[in-house]
């Protein structure tokens, strides 16, 4: 998924920080800006927010439209269901989006397509059901006539949002104009939105596109602007590099730059300064005097050298001023000595052997030395900007990659990510012996995998699960090798993640993290006493649409798992899922590349019929496979259900029982009811869109990690009573910090 967030900077930097708030360290895989006009969207200052955009009436296997089709780069999802009672229609004819007045600018891609009302309640289009329960949402519509009207016949209609009326303009459209309408109000949802045609209309109501989005305040103001580019400037200048010196300095308030106290203003000062003993050398540069909120200064115990500027008595709310311990030369001046003698100021300027204080000395040089400074400034200010503006750029041209982990010695054919770790290296390689001791001599088998034994260890007083090659099997050295190169690649906290890895000639292992409530398989059979709750399955379903959607669409190049089903989802100690046994993965370079395979892949019963039909395969086989695994969730049966003469799909098990409209009958019995209605009708519906035989039909795992979400949300508002909850956890170190120039990119 690509979440997108509109942000009106209120100056040239943003400074964006990931915390880990106790879920992982963060990562990030890629950073893009892009400019809009401010106009556009009903939004202030300071303000988030996520959206959806939606294509109607295209018929295509694209996931989404973006750039170069629409010039501000916003994706729209191609929406391929076509609800009941309506038709798709579409032009080839010329919308010109450019010279419009219209500012939004929609691609003409998307205006060339819409869906229209048809069959027996033709003058209504409605659609239902967006959002989860909490949240306002700002929604946006976009139309452009694109069926040639005869004269005097006329399209015209209204909107109404949840039953209430959402503009009360009669809208007409106009041949091939845009026309986009996005008030400044907010819906509460669940909602739903029809699109009624006037009695006077000829023809029935279309749609070409609509946005949906919320706005949530940030939780922190950023720091004043000045003081920002001044620390910056100081710290630069004095190539100070702490780790925790990065992003915003003074919030979040918990990971205020170390030596910084701020105010607790609303937009935050910096007021205390302590850099003593930090080695910095130099002279004491003119950026201090734009910290103006500064109330403690202390500079003393480094190897400042240069005069004591004047500057520094000209900080209004400066109470403190530590010099001491460095080699400054010259007089000091006068405004200082007399504020401190006046009491407003208290001086520390003792172990400064060159200075003339408190004994005066001849004045020498010193205009000679003035000139200097001012020309050295003027230089590095130069400098400064253009690196500003490189860095920028560079950002903006080359996705900025962050990678994980080191690159081992397994080499990685396709990898596109940059190194640039620095995060410890995850991926560690063991000899032999070490995995001898590691699994105590190979005493516990915990399982058997594609291509071998699969044994418990321990690591640094933690359990392992270390996978042995059996040397025998010629396969089962590719899936080993497609396991490690993918696992060193991608890390997500839904997949499961490996530690290390020996590769001593004929004797080859990877070590993962110990998964110690097994597979979902074991825990959904009939022997299994610990029956799942709704809850957990439904979470458990999360788990996996999140590691797979990464797969898909957070890996470049996109990962496709082909072999997804219950034994290779595993569950850790706090019953979380992550998906395992990479062996059959393939990654696909393209987003459209399909893999046309002799090689038989995947698992009887979680099979795509596509695959089986053409040997093709790509993201919606995965899909097709998620389906099954969601089904076997809820009914708690596996994928083929042995009978006593024949074995039954489980497909062709529950849609007889759908169809019949009897869904309670398909939910697991051992659940004895104890479900949300809702929450389980929308988890059937979803798998039910998961597995239609024809791989286009099925929705991208964007779009079913959306909806299997809102699933989740739905019965945790039933189990808590309409409680909301953000798990903010304890927030715990890390931090990874991007700087960009957005003026820079603007041009
Ligand atoms: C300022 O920093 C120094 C060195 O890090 C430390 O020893 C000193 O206690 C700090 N002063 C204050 C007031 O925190
Ligand atoms: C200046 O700093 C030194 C060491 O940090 C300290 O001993 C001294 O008392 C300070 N002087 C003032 C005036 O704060």
Redesign the pocket.
């Known amino acids: 998924m690509y979440p997108d967030f509109i942000y009106v900077p209120s100056s040239d930097t943003i400074l964006i920080c990931l915390i880990n708030t106790g879920s992982g360290i963060p990562f990030i895989s890629a950073l893009e800006l892009r400019p809009l006009s401010k106009s556009m969207y009903p939004i202030d200052s300071g303000a988030q927010f996520s959206s959806w955009r939606y294509d109607l009436g295209t018929l295509s296997d694209r996931e989404f439209v973006r750039y170069r089709e629409d010039v501000y780069d916003r994706l729209w999802y191609i929406y391929g269901t076509l609800n009941y009672n309506s038709v798709r229609i579409n032009t080839s004819s010329v919308i010109d989006v450019h010279d419009s007045n219209d500012g939004y600018k929609l691609p003409a891609q998307v205006l060339r397509t819409a869906v229209q009302a048809s069959g027996a309640y033709n003058n209504t289009l409605s659609f239902s059901k967006f959002g989860n329960s909490y949240t306002r949402w700002y929604v946006c519509f976009h139309f452009a006539e694109i069926a040639e009207l005869t004269q005097g016949k006329k399209r015209e209609f209204i909107i109404s949002v949840n039953r209430g009326d959402y503009t009360s303009k009669l809208i007409t459209l106009e041949y091939l104009t845009p026309l986009s309408i996005c008030p400044n109000r907010t819906f509460e949802s669940p909602f739903h939105f029809s699109i009624d045609a006037t009695m006077e209309s000829d023809l029935p109501p279309i749609l070409n596109a609509f946005e949906l989005y919320t706005v949530a305040p940030l939780p922190y103001k950023p720091t004043d602007h000045a003081d920002v580019t001044a620390i910056m400037d100081i710290k630069r200048t004095f190539r100070i590099s702490r780790d925790d010196w990065q992003g915003d300095p003074c919030v979040p308030h918990k990971y205020l730059w170390n030596?910084l106290t701020c105010s607790s203003d609303s937009t935050p000062r910096i007021i205390t300064l302590?850099l003593?003993?930090?080695n910095l050398t130099g002279k004491i540069v003119t950026s201090f005097s734009d910290l103006t909120a500064l109330q403690y200064l202390?500079l003393s115990y480094n190897s400042l050298d240069g005069n004591v500027p004047e500057f520094l008595a000209q900080l209004p709310n400066l109470k403190t001023l530590n010099l001491s311990g460095n080699q400054l030369k010259g007089t000091v001046p006068e405004a200082l000595i007399q504020k401190s003698r006046n009491g407003l100021l208290v001086l520390g300027l003792g172990e400064n052997s060159d200075l003339c204080h408190p004994v005066p000395c001849k004045k020498k040089e010193k205009k000679k030395i003035k000139g200097l400074i001012v020309s050295l400034a003027a230089t590095s200010l130069v400098v400064l900007v253009l690196l500003l503006i490189f860095c920028a750029l560079a950002i903006y041209k080359r996705k900025r990659r962050v990678k994980v982990f080191t690159e081992s010695n397994i080499k990685l054919k396709n990898s596109k990510m940059a190194v640039e770790s620095n995060i410890k290296p995850k991926n560690q390689q063991y000899s032999y012996s070490e995995v001898v001791r590691i699994t105590d001599n190979f005493n516990t088998i915990i399982g058997g995998g594609g291509f071998g034994k699969v044994y418990l260890g321990t690591l640094e007083e933690t359990q392992v699960a270390v996978k042995l090659l059996s040397p025998s099997s010629n396969q089962g050295y590719k899936e080993f090798r497609a396991e490690a190169e993918i696992l060193v690649r991608v890390h997500h906290r839904n997949l499961v993640s490996l530690i290390g890895y020996c590769d001593e000639g004929k004797n080859k292992a990877l070590i993962y993290e110990y998964m110690a409530n097994g597979n979902l398989h074991q825990y959904l059979s009939v022997t299994n006493m610990n029956v799942l709750n709704w809850n957990q399955r439904i979470q458990i379903a999360v788990d996996t649409a999140q590691g797979l959607e990464y797969l898909h669409n957070g890996c470049k190049p996109t990962i496709v798992h082909r072999d997804l089903k219950t034994t290779n989802i595993l569950l850790n100690e706090n019953m979380e899922g992550k998906i395992a046994d990479f062996g059959l993965s393939r990654t696909f370079a393209a987003e459209s590349d399909s893999h046309v395979s002799t090689r038989p892949a995947g698992t009887l019963g979680y099979l795509d019929p596509e695959f089986q039909a053409s040997g093709n395969f790509n993201k919606k086989s995965d899909v097709y496979s998620y389906g099954i695994v969601l089904f076997e969730l809820i009914t708690g049966h596996p994928a083929i259900i042995k009978g006593p003469e024949e074995n039954t799909h489980i497909l062709d098990w529950v849609y007889p029982i759908i169809e019949s409209g009897d869904i309670q009958n398909i939910i697991d019995a051992r659940l004895h009811g104890e479900f949300h209605k809702n929450s389980a009708w929308k988890a059937v519906e979803i798998a039910m869109s998961c597995v239609p035989p024809v791989a286009i039909q099925r929705p991208d795992m964007s779009q079913v990690l959306v909806e299997i979400k809102e699933c989740l949300t739905l019965e945790m508002a039933h189990e808590r009573g309409q409680n909301k909850t953000t798990s903010n956890g304890q927030l715990v170190a890390a931090s990874l910090e991007l700087e960009s120039d957005i003026a820079a990119l603007a041009r």
């Open positions: 030596g302590n003593s003993s930090s202390d």
